[in-house]
Nanobody, 119 residues
């Protein structure tokens, strides 16, 4: 099994930046893709950005293109989400996810980290 722990959330003002981190432990050799999701109150969970095990390709939600950057760390057990020019509608709980079994989607999830952007 894979365990994921997110960090880096917080309260910021519109236009500010945050960097989220996700650290994976356990059977990390089974990870073939990772992603960041977010869920705002009363809304469905959306995929924000995804990255393959090799670090490329990457996929982004249209509303974050040009502002957010997903990356893998040197150890491959870490993943980051650099968020620039944050907006109030980016406010959500952000979750780290990993895909470890082909055909089963993202099957490992972190506990989430709150990002709140004030106007």
């Amino acid at each position: 099994q894979v365990q994921l722990v997110e960090s880096g959330g917080g309260l910021v003002q519109a236009g500010d930046s945050l960097r989220l981190a996700c650290v994976a432990s356990g059977r990390t050799s089974s990870i073939y893709a990772m992603a960041w999701f977010r869920q705002a109150p009363g809304k469905e969970r959306d995929s924000v950005a995804a990255i393959s095990g090799s670090g490329s390709p990457t996929v982004y939600l249209d509303s974050v293109k040009g502002r957010f950057t997903i990356s893998r760390g040197d150890t491959k057990n870490t993943m980051y989400l650099q968020m620039n020019d944050l907006r109030p509608d980016d406010t959500a709980v952000y979750y780290c996810a990993a895909a470890t079994t082909m055909g089963k989607g993202y099957d490992a999830w972190g506990q989430g980290t709150q990002v709140t952007v004030s106007s």
